[in-house]
T-cell receptor
Framework: DTGVSQDPRHKITKRGQNVTFRCDPI?????LYWYRQTLGQGPEFLTY????????KSRLLSDRFSAERPKGSFSTLEIQRTEQGDSAMYLC????????????FGPGTRLTVT | AQKVTQAQTEISVVEKEDVTLDCVYE???????LFWYKQPPSGELVFLIR??????QNEISGRYSWNFQKSTSSFNFTITASQVVDSAVYFC?????????????FGTGTRLTVIP
């Protein structure tokens, strides 16, 4: 049983460029979450999907951010016109939607905006 | 509003010492879930435990134990006979049933360093 995977693990981009990250959840998990973690802080919730439906978005998710999960399997997070403040670790997690709601996290994508 | 406070920013202990990591939470919900995650230097968050608000039994798993007290809104984590491999940042987190337990609110974490 493979865990949550994320690609790429590291991304360096120039301010103003667009970036896209991918997350592959644990195969039987129908919930998928995106979080952002900055240095010295705990992860902050961005958005979550139940299958292909995006059911909740944090106020942290500005208009420049968009997430999709087109077939209810993998998900992408796109950031348009990146800013230096977007530099962070972007974490993906998945869980079942019943029972214990334990979220299992991927290794993250570290974004550096120069 | 929900909030998780981990007042200890950093803790250092010598190997084999016991250490307790504190977590205090705030929520208006009567049904909620509390979690502990470990984030080793590799960066990947590792799930350790989940408790629901109706289960105040303390739990022990090997060298790890958790003390949940609703009266003080605390969910503390103790590592017995610490080892170097325990060095990591530990996060306490809360999710609320009224929001479908859809997202986790994390504390700021406690960095534990175990000195050999």
């Amino acid at each position: 049983d493979t865990g949550v995977s994320q690609d790429p693990r590291h991304k360096i981009t120039k301010r103003g460029q667009n970036v896209t990250f991918r997350c592959d959840p644990i195969s039987e998990h129908n919930r998928l979450y995106w979080y952002r973690q900055t240095l010295g802080q705990g992860p902050e919730f961005l958005t979550y999907f139940q299958n292909e439906a995006q059911l909740e978005k944090s106020r942290l998710l500005s208009d420049r951010f968009s997430a999709e999960r087109p077939k209810g399997s993998f998900s992408t997070l796109e950031i348009q016109r990146t800013e230096q403040g977007d530099s962070a670790m972007y974490l993906c997690a998945s869980s079942l939607d019943t029972g214990t709601y334990e979220q299992y996290f991927g290794p993250g994508t570290r974004l550096t905006v120069t | 509003a929900q909030k998780v406070t981990q007042a200890q920013t950093e803790i250092s202990v010598v190997e084999k010492e016991d250490v307790t990591l504190d977590c205090v939470y705030e929520t208006r919900d009567t049904t909620y879930y509390l979690f502990w995650y470990k984030q080793p230097p590799s960066g990947e968050l590792v799930f350790l435990i989940r408790r629901n608000s109706f289960d105040e039994q303390n739990e022990i798993s090997g060298r790890y134990s958790w003390n949940f007290q609703k009266s003080t809104s605390s969910f503390n984590f103790t590592i017995t006979a610490s080892q170097v491999v325990d060095s990591a940042v530990y996060f306490c987190a809360l999710s609320e049933a009224r929001t479908g337990a859809n997202n986790l609110f994390f504390g700021t974490g406690t960095r534990l360093t175990v000195i050999p």
